[in-house]
């Protein structure tokens, strides 16, 4: 399995700006495919954005298009989620997800495709 370990999670006033790192270790080897979801209180767990291991291809929510950029950087074992023009309905604890079986170019929404979770960073925009 791959540990993963959320940080940049804050308060931010709506229209603001964040950056969210997620710093993986133990299996990268196994070059992973990579996701960021969210769950606001009260509700479901959402996916957010995706990666495919190769950093070649992306996909993003509509709630976020636009607005959010997931990347990786696979010599530091990073990913991340830039989040701009944040909304107060973007709240919510985010999560970053490893998928450890995955082809180069393939990204994946469901939560149920990934493998490994961190334990959550907090996001808390006030309007």
């Known amino acids: 399995q791959v540990q993963l370990v959320e940080s940049g999670g804050g308060l931010v006033q709506a229209g603001g700006s964040l950056r969210l790192s997620c710093a993986a270790s133990?299996?990268?080897?196994?070059?992973?495919?990579m996701g960021w979801f969210r769950q606001a209180p009260g509700k479901e767990r959402e996916f957010v954005a995706a990666?495919?291991?190769?950093?070649?291809?992306?996909y993003h929510a509509d709630s976020v298009k636009g607005r959010f950029t997931i990347s990786r950087d696979n010599a530091k074992n990073t990913v991340n989620l830039q989040m701009n023009s944040l909304k107060p309905e973007d709240t919510a604890v985010y999560y970053c997800?490893?998928?450890?079986?995955?082809?180069?170019?393939?990204?994946?929404?469901?939560?149920?495709?990934?493998?490994?979770w961190g334990q959550g960073t907090q996001v808390t925009v006030s309007s």
């Open positions: 133990g299996r990268t080897f196994s070059r992973p495919a």
């Open positions: 990666i495919s291991w190769n950093g070649g291809n992306t």
């Open positions: 997800a490893a998928r450890t079986s995955a082809n180069a170019w393939s990204v994946y929404t469901k939560g149920g495709h990934y493998d490994s």
